[in-house]
């Protein structure tokens, strides 16, 4: 790639729920500019015991992680939504602009750009609560799209979302790329993560399995042609 500025760094040494209790072991990675690195794994693997370990999430954890970029931001999109139920969606967006300090002005018109994108418009002073799991998802990451970070961590995105909702999601992943953001995302929805991802980080069991591009993939589980999906099955 021609800017190589990493945004993320992240060593893991080990991490877990309870003391003594090692959930993943090992893991490594950076995330440049304009770089997508997909975390790919089977559900249990610890893709997302990961993602929330480079957040601080979890007490038990020995790991370094390091956030570059102009301004260190970032932007996480969990898996599981999670919202206030008293507050409707276009509070939850004002909340979250106010709280990475946009301008009302700004906001309003990103926060409109994004209910249009995502066809939510019709719902926009509603209460989360009574949408549905793909609305509740598109919540999320409307609010994760509302600021510009230098980094987007996302943990399951495709969960819950229908083709059109998922073609905006990766619409709008691209515009970021562009501008300069990377990303991080996990998913076991490899047909498309083999699409969408510049490089990959295996996991399973709790350990790094293989890293790199598709083709570094394909080298390290000996198939030359192998799709992303064969080469895991090998590797795992």
């Given at each position: 790639?021609?800017?190589?500025?990493?945004?993320?760094?992240?060593?893991?040494?080990?991490?877990g729920?309870?003391?003594?209790?090692?959930?993943?072991?090992?893991?490594?990675f950076?995330v440049?500019?304009?770089?997508?690195?997909?975390?790919i794994?089977?559900?249990?693997?610890?893709?997302?015991?990961?993602?929330?370990t480079?957040?601080?999430l979890?007490?038990?954890?020995?790991?370094?992680?390091?956030?570059?970029?102009?301004s260190?931001s970032?932007a996480?999109?969990p898996?599981?939504?999670?919202?206030?139920?008293?507050?409707?969606?276009?509070?939850h967006?004002?909340?979250?602009?106010?709280a990475?300090?946009?301008?009302?002005?700004?906001?309003?018109?990103s926060?409109?750009?994004?209910?249009?994108?995502?066809?939510?418009?019709?719902?926009?002073?509603d209460?989360?609560?009574?949408f549905?799991?793909?609305?509740?998802?598109?919540?999320?990451?409307?609010?994760?799209f509302l600021?510009k970070?230098?980094?987007?961590?996302?943990?399951?995105?495709?969960?819950?979302?229908?083709?059109r909702?998922?073609k905006?999601?990766?619409?709008?992943?691209?515009a970021e790329r562009?501008?300069g953001?990377?990303?991080?995302?996990?998913?076991?929805?490899?047909?498309?993560?083999?699409?969408?991802?510049?490089?990959?980080?295996l996991?399973?069991?709790?350990?790094?399995?293989?890293?790199g591009?598709?083709?570094?993939i394909?080298?390290?589980?000996?198939l030359?042609e192998?799709?992303l999906?064969?080469c895991?099955?090998?590797?795992t």
């Open positions: 790639m021609e800017d190589t500025e990493v945004v993320l760094s992240v060593v893991i040494d080990e991490a729920y309870e003391a003594g209790d090692k959930r993943i072991t090992d893991i490594f950076e440049r500019r304009g770089e997508l690195l997909g975390i794994g089977p559900n249990g693997a610890g893709k997302s015991t990961t993602i929330k480079l957040l601080g979890l007490k038990h954890a020995k790991a370094n992680v390091a956030f570059g970029g102009e260190r970032y996480y999109v898996e599981q939504p999670v919202f206030y139920e008293d507050l409707t969606l276009w509070e967006l004002d909340m979250a602009a106010a990475y300090g946009l301008p009302y002005e700004s906001f309003e018109a926060a409109e750009r994004l209910l249009a994108q995502f066809g939510m418009e019709h719902v926009k002073h209460l989360p609560a009574g549905s799991k793909g609305m509740k998802q598109k919540m999320m990451l409307m609010l994760g600021v970070p230098d980094v987007y961590i996302v943990d399951e995105p495709f969960i819950g979302l229908d083709p909702a998922t905006d999601f990766l619409n709008l992943l691209a562009e501008r953001a990377g990303v991080l995302m996990s998913t076991h929805v490899l047909d498309t993560a083999e699409k969408i991802c510049d490089r990959f980080v996991i399973s069991g709790g350990e790094m399995t293989a890293t591009t598709l083709e570094d394909r080298s390290i589980a000996g030359a192998g799709s999906f064969d895991f099955d090998a590797l």
